[in-house]
């Protein structure tokens, strides 16, 4: 079972006193990357025989973890962290239940939701936690200036970015899922049934798929954004053979001092693709031409 269905398993048997612990656990983390026991004490306003009996309840249920060198402490893993961002969705009547899983990457999973009217949406979990902390700091600009940086709170972050880029990119008429919401480290957005494009076997006219994907980094240019991370494992084909770009967080604005070496290297993996799979005759300087200029179409 996965972090995230366990935590949707478990919330309904919590009561809100067990909530504001965790809550309370939550926000020491962003001090303490142990948060001490009489931190917790403090932040939960709760006596200590009531916060002891809830630190028992949250540890049993295996949403935190208890430490007892060189201090009696906790930490909140992603179980709790899912639990409490569900709970918040729950109640800001955004999500009535997570469906299963639709897809699980290095720094995410992917699942189907049900909004309270029946709509079905993806509910995306950022898990940056899964990859080297001093690795994700590097790639990561926006933890540069930050001395000390939960994996929880790096995800947070992470769906932040995600979540503002998803925003421009979709009133910029970029095709992309619209968003919906986000909270901690989870974004809500419009479920677009597909395939990855490196999933697809074979396709006919292949050349009209990349142009509609350079048609799409264009767009996302002249907005001001580069997606920093496109590849065939970036972009979804739906039933109606339109291309979405996806996964976000990485995004860099064109006056980035990298910018043009980013948006190059965009480019250039796409092209790529297209042309070791499929025999594509477009060469990457003609992409960039394209989404460079001023013109509509090639």
Do not use: C
Not at 39 to 62: A, M, P, T, W
Not at 193 to 217: A, C, R, T, W, Y
Not at 261 to 268: A, P, S, V
């Amino acid at each position: 079972m996965s972090s995230a269905e366990k935590a949707a398993q478990i919330l309904p048997t919590l009561e809100n006193y067990d909530l504001r612990v965790l809550q309370a656990i939550e926000l020491g983390m962003i001090q303490h990357q142990v948060v001490p026991h009489e931190e917790v004490l403090r932040y939960s306003g709760l006596n200590i025989n009531e916060i002891d009996h809830r630190l028992d309840i949250l540890y049993k249920n295996e949403l935190i973890y208890r430490e007892k060198d060189p201090y009696l402490g906790y930490i909140m893993n992603y179980n709790g962290y899912d639990l409490l961002a569900l709970n918040a969705l729950v109640k800001a009547e955004i999500l009535e239940y997570l469906g299963p899983s639709v897809g699980i990457g290095k720094e995410a999973d992917v699942f189907e939701g049900v909004t309270p009217n029946n709509k079905t949406v993806a509910v995306k979990f950022h898990r940056l936690g899964r990859t080297s902390f001093r690795d994700t700091r590097r790639k990561r600009e926006y933890l540069a200036d930050r001395r000390h940086t939960s994996w929880l709170h790096q995800s947070r972050l992470a769906a932040e970015m995600e979540y503002n880029a998803l925003i421009q990119m979709h009133d910029a008429e970029v095709q992309v899922p619209k968003p919906i919401h986000q909270n901690r480290h989870i974004i809500v957005m419009e479920f677009v049934k597909g395939n990855q494009l490196s999933d697809i076997i074979s396709m006919d006219e292949p050349e009209i798929f990349l142009k509609d994907i350079l048609h799409n980094v264009k767009k996302a240019y002249e907005a001001g954004l580069i997606h920093s991370d496109l590849s065939e494992y970036n972009v979804l084909v739906d039933e109606l053979t339109k291309v979405w770009l996806i996964d976000w967080p990485q995004y860099i604005t064109v006056d980035h001092p990298n910018a043009e070496e980013i948006l190059y290297r965009d480019i250039g993996n796409i092209v790529y693709y297209f042309d070791r799979k499929y025999g594509t005759e477009m060469n990457k300087e003609e992409a960039i031409r394209f989404v460079k200029s001023k013109k509509e179409s090639f």
